[in-house]
């Protein structure tokens, strides 16, 4: 599999291309660990002007009951603000001017098990001059190009031949990152005998100083199967032709899903998968970047993680990672090191657990090199999903916030950003009403009770019982409000991943209900966000069926990890 758009150029900025399919149950979430962290990211609420408001979140940790969460203001004492099970909240109406931070102190039953503190947070006024990234509908991050050589900016697409497999590199330039042209072809399928029968995956260009030269590095297989599992590696002195210089395999080792990371001293380093992408190797390169020097540490071993990409941020190192799944949505983890050669951090949860329907993708600075506002670019491959009949690619950008090895994000339906600027700002629709409401569901509560669903975890889930459809789940908001965003985080089993036919339906006594919402037409895997205008104090989500790529038969039980809906607090 080649994971892009079969059959048309590609630009290889944003080209992370996988594969591996596996049938197998879905694998344990990462363990929870001894100790935690905390940061939040500042967002807006829809239609207003105050970046005044936080999402804040904290690590789980092994043995804990209950998280108190306390906010200093302007540097003065903590005071507690929620005393909750989960691992996330909002804190809302900021002051302008002012600047907060957050502790965490994490209880396993009476006894303190940890602490943390966050960095500071300043509120501010939205700016002018921002570009919207919309999460719902398809929509393009446009980042400045950072192939600039003098005074020009180079890009460069592939087109396939018309039989299959690579047929040609094409280079673009312009002067000022806007109008592209003066299409040549740089890299020909006749330019040497390894490229007359390939094709390229995990595409990676950068330019090397020392030597003025780019240096293209990729993921090589031939056109046919997917048995060769080498890397490739070509250069050229800006405007001229690619010399391609070889395909291997680094020290020996398989090679599949790869990504070339430039430290700050200017070393750079593979990052692949191996052994069917059971583990993943980083190898540092020859100071001309052009080939391996060596093997540096296995990572990860029999993990079975994908599209690794990785980002140094306050001198520690972050290497974020899809879950081997096909083109399916799931689970992103990522671990930090201090340094480059380990020992690496283990795994950790962090989003829910489907990446918001898409895979872990790109990790980059909105800013090029210097900026400090990062986004995770994660990737929707849905021309692959089965039942959807969609046959697009589509990203979803999830701003990241970072504290002391630990790296957090959330889902946003718009995320505005000015990249010269270094600005990113999250918009929410309304604040979240539902989280630590009394909730209830079809069945009686087991070991995995309905407020699982409501509890700013997206770790821990409601299960109903059997596979008894339809199947509703219901929260008490405690007052009539107005909604306008409900997000869903659904339960998906590897290898039979399913899609969720429900309904929303609102009522204001809990006796008479009104549809406020048909999504029997949904065809998103693992999360869905939902936009509505309804008056209700309680919410049901009844799930009348879900939909089997693989199994003509619906044998799941109904399940929710998590359930988030925002309005207006109407009283």
């Known amino acids: 599999m080649i994971k892009g758009k079969p059959g048309i150029a590609l630009i290889i900025v944003f080209c992370w291309l996988a594969f591996h399919l596996s049938s197998s149950a879905q694998t344990a979430h990462a363990a929870a660990s001894e100790e935690t962290n905390i940061a939040a990211t500042l967002f807006v609420l829809k239609n207003e002007s105050e ?5 804040i ?31 996330t909240t909002d804190d809302y109406d900021l002051s302008i001017g002012s600047t907060y931070s957050y502790q965490v102190r994490v209880y396993g039953g009476n006894s303190l098990l940890t602490s943390a503190v966050s960095p500071e947070y300043t509120p501010y006024t939205l700016p002018d001059n921002l570009t919207t990234f919309d999460n719902i509908t398809k929509s393009t991050l446009s980042l400045p190009n950072e192939l600039k050589v003098g005074d020009t900016y180079y890009r460069f697409n592939f087109e396939q031949k018309s039989s299959g497999g690579f047929g040609q590199m094409i280079q673009q330039t312009s002067t000022d990152d806007i109008t592209y ?29 020392p030597s003025n030269k780019f240096v293209f590095w990729a993921h090589y297989e031939n056109s046919t199967d997917y048995t060769l599992a080498r890397v490739s590696v070509a250069s050229a002195t800006p405007g001229e032709n690619f ?7 680094p020290e020996g080792n398989e090679s599949r899903d790869i990504s070339i990371f430039k430290d700050d001293d200017d070393s750079a380093y593979l990052i692949s998968t191996a052994n069917n992408n059971s583990d993943t190797i980083l190898y540092k390169l020859t100071s001309d970047w052009l080939d391996v020097d060596h093997q540096v540490s296995v990572i990860y071993q029999n993990q079975h993680r994908e599209l690794p990409k990785m980002i140094k941020k306050d001198g520690i190192y972050y290497l974020f990672s899809s879950q081997a799944a096909g083109w399916y949505p799931s689970i992103p983890l990522y671990s930090s090191a201090t340094s480059i050669d380990g020992a690496w951090s283990e795994l ?29 670019v994660a990737y929707r491959w849905m021309f692959g999903w089965a039942g959807t009949q969609n046959g697009t690619t589509e990203e979803r950008l999830l701003p990241v916030w970072f504290s002391n090895g630990y790296a957090f994000y959330d889902y946003f339906d718009q995320i505005l950003y000015n990249a010269n600027d270094d600005v990113v700002v999250p918009v929410q629709n309304g604040k979240l009403l539902s989280q630590g409401k009394q909730a209830t569901a079809q069945t009686a509560a087991g070991t995995n009770p309905a407020n699982y669903a409501n509890d700013g975890n997206y770790q821990t889930e409601w299960i109903g019982t059997g596979s008894s459809w339809p199947h509703w789940w219901k929260v008490d908001l405690g007052s009539v409000q107005q909604i306008n965003n409900v997000q869903i985080s659904w339960w998906m089993q590897k290898g039979s991943e399913g899609f969720y036919k429900y309904k929303i339906e609102t009522s204001t006594d809990n006796v008479n209900w009104t549809e406020a919402l048909d999504r029997t037409d949904n065809t998103s895997y693992g999360f869905t966000s939902d936009s509505l205008s309804s008056t209700a104090r309680y919410v049901r989500i009844n799930m009348l069926n879900a939909t089997l790529h693989n199994n003509p038969n619906n044998w799941y039980t109904p399940r929710l990890w998590e359930v988030k809906i925002f309005g207006t607090e109407t009283d």
């Open 51 to 55: 970046v005044s408001n936080a999402k």
């Open 57 to 87: 979140h904290w690590a789980p940790v092994n043995g804990a009951t209950e998280y108190e969460l306390f906010r200093s203001e302007n540097n003065g004492p903590y005071t507690l603000l929620q005393t909750l099970t989960g691992t």
């Open 181 to 209: 042209g003066n299409d040549k072809v740089v890299l020909s399928y006749t330019d040497h005998p390894d490229l007359a029968n390939s094709k390229f995956e995990g595409i990676n260009i950068l330019y090397h100083a």
């Open 243 to 249: 010399t391609f210089h070889k395909s291997f395999r």
């Open 348 to 376: 950790r949860t962090i989003g829910n657990t489907s990446t918001f329907s898409a895979q872990s993708g790109s990790v980059m600075r909105i800013k090029p090199n210097t900026g400090n506002q990062v986004v995770m």
